[in-house]
């Protein structure tokens, strides 16, 4: 078995009255991209801050490349981008990611990290006048500047708008793509099902899926959805589609429920050729997500 | 370490207008004073204006050894910097290391430069090893205002919070250290309080040089204690703040 890069076991660590996770075990293996998903107070930032040594559990082990997360990190083999870091006043944007390349034992390049990280020209800039997109590449800049093997995000793109976080997360996936280990915690399902190679459902400090997002979105059964409007369909032929599940109407709009929306698109089309106002929708995996912690309550 | 503290000078040294204060201020009110009030009202055997130079780069080394410390440092706590260093390999404690270093180099000029202006203005005339000895001692007597500044920055949650603390000990280390009156104008209690501070440690051992006597262990013990239990309280905050929770 390969040795994982980081690991929690039955991990239980209370925050004040509440229980913050609870019996919680997870494993991020090499060169893993894994997603940490839930609603604010699942407990995301408690399970990044059992593997950065920020937090002690209560109960049960954490190691991060076999060794307790301090020592992991006393060895440059960890970098963060935490939720709240703010960068020092007065400094300059290369002098910082020199300060911290200089703290590890075997890192990046400077100017490979200022490519990286799309900050070659703000390289003389002090970090008081960078607007909130580019503080948060230099915060990333300063994760990755040691060149560590692991990885660790916490909702790093969360003041972002669309294009600074498909840029973000492009960068970040170069960083780890030479087999390095990426573990980020995120309340957006989008970009968890298009970085990570697993996704980690968390609820209320437990985990509640931990698989591919393919898997999950099967493993729940969640459905895709085609869409169009009810003018001219004969509505109980509709119903008899290959693989549709559910048929509901609103509004003059009629939505099929399907678990083969390639099928069922075809015999659509067959059926009402003239077709207006189609839509079709992947099974979202914000179904699978309620699914799944509904599940847990009550 | 090294390039940390050489980052957090060159940090300070771009943030001229605190700089200048914290620099010029000392010497400038030493002026200030020595033209206003030219009537002296202490009796320690020496020049009047020698006197009140120490009196004044005493507050220099006060003034900048908690305010280059303390606020800076609950700063860069409140915006999550120090746990952000925390998750790299700097050694713990090096940005308290940094902060103590900072300030104690930028202690100096601010003590050196009431000494130039007493020179300059008041005519007053050491030979330069003396100068040197003044200067060193009084130089060093800033460390327990550092680490009490510093202290201020780890136990006091917030940099707006952290300024009033530093105000605050300013004024009383200042006020009741016997720098305005001399302590043996006080009431008995704060006469007995004024020789236990380390304003008054240090400003006796400045005395003690100017007039080239043998250096009074009161003063040592008092700044020595200071130094010993501020940087013991400080450590114990550090360990406190930085373990893991």
Redesign the interface.
């Given at each position: 078995m390969v040795e994982p890069v980081a690991c929690l076991c039955e991990v239980t660590r209370r925050r004040g009255d509440a229980l913050a996770v609870e019996d919680l075990s997870l494993e991020i293996g090499p060169a893993e991209t894994v997603a940490l998903l839930g609603p604010n107070g699942a407990g995301k930032t408690t399970t990044l801050e059992l593997m950065l040594g920020l937090v002690r559990p209560d109960r049960g082990l954490v190691r991060v490349l076999g060794t307790a997360p301090g020592t992991a990190i006393a060895r440059g083999a960890i970098g963060a981008m935490l939720q709240e870091g703010g960068l020092p006043a007065r400094a300059g944007v290369a002098e910082l990611v020199d300060l911290v390349r200089g703290l590890y034992p075997r890192p990046l390049a400077l100017g490979d990290v200022l490519v990286l990280c799309d900050l070659g020209e703000l390289a003389e800039r002090r970090v008081e006048a960078l607007s909130g997109g580019e503080r948060q590449r230099v915060r990333l800049a300063l994760a990755v500047a040691g060149g560590p093997e692991l990885l660790v995000l916490d909702e790093p793109t969360a003041a972002m708008d669309v294009a600074a976080r498909l840029s973000f997360w492009k960068r970040s996936a170069d960083y780890v793509s030479g087999g390095r280990s990426l573990v980020f915690a995120t309340h957006r399902l989008e970009e968890a099902e298009a970085v990570a190679d697993r996704i980690v459902m968390l609820s209320r400090g437990r985990v509640v899926a931990d698989a591919s997002p393919e898997e999950l979105k099967a493993s729940i059964g969640v459905r895709a959805r085609v869409g169009f409007f009810r003018d001219r369909v004969p509505l109980e032929l509709v119903e008899r589609l290959p693989a549709v599940d559910r048929v509901e109407v609103v509004e003059g709009r009629v939505t099929l429920q399907t678990f083969d929306p390639d099928r069922t698109l075809r015999a659509l089309l067959e059926l009402v050729p003239e077709l207006d106002g189609l839509e079709v929708n992947g099974p979202r995996l914000e179904e699978a997500f309620l699914a799944l912690t509904e599940g847990q309550s009550g | 370490m090294l390039?940390?503290v050489r980052?957090e000078i060159?940090?300070?040294l771009?943030?001229r207008q605190a700089l200048l204060f914290r620099i010029a201020l000392p010497a400038a009110m030493f002026v200030l004073f020595r033209t206003l009030l030219v009537e002296d009202t202490r009796s320690a055997g020496l020049p009047p204006d020698a006197d009140a130079m120490v009196v004044f780069a005493v507050f220099g080394a006060l003034f900048s050894g908690l305010f280059a410390s303390g606020p800076p440092l609950a700063?860069?706590r409140?915006?999550?910097?120090l746990?952000?260093l925390?998750?790299?390999?700097?050694?713990p404690g090096s940005a308290v290391a940094g902060k103590v270093a900072a300030a104690m180099a930028f202690a100096l000029p601010s003590v050196a430069l009431v000494l130039i202006a007493a020179a300059v203005t008041q005519g007053i005339r050491f030979g330069m090893d003396q100068w040197a000895v003044l200067l060193a001692l009084l130089w060093l007597a800033a460390a327990p205002f550092v680490a009490l500044g510093v202290l201020i920055g780890l136990a006091v949650t917030d940099p707006e919070s952290a300024q009033s603390a530093a105000s605050l000990s300013l004024i009383l280390l200042w006020v009741l250290g016997g720098m305005v009156t001399e302590p043996s104008d006080l009431p008995a209690v704060f006469e007995t309080l004024a020789h236990g501070l380390p304003t008054n440690g240090a400003a006796e051992l400045g005395w003690a040089s100017v007039r080239e006597d043998a250096m009074p262990g009161s003063a040592i013990a008092v700044v020595g204690a200071w130094t010993a239990g501020t940087a013991a309280l400080t450590t114990l905050a550090w360990h406190r703040l930085a373990g893991?929770?």
């Open positions: - | 390039a940390y980052l060159l940090r300070q771009r943030n700063t860069e409140a915006i999550g910097w746990r952000q925390r998750v790299t390999p700097l050694p893991p929770r």
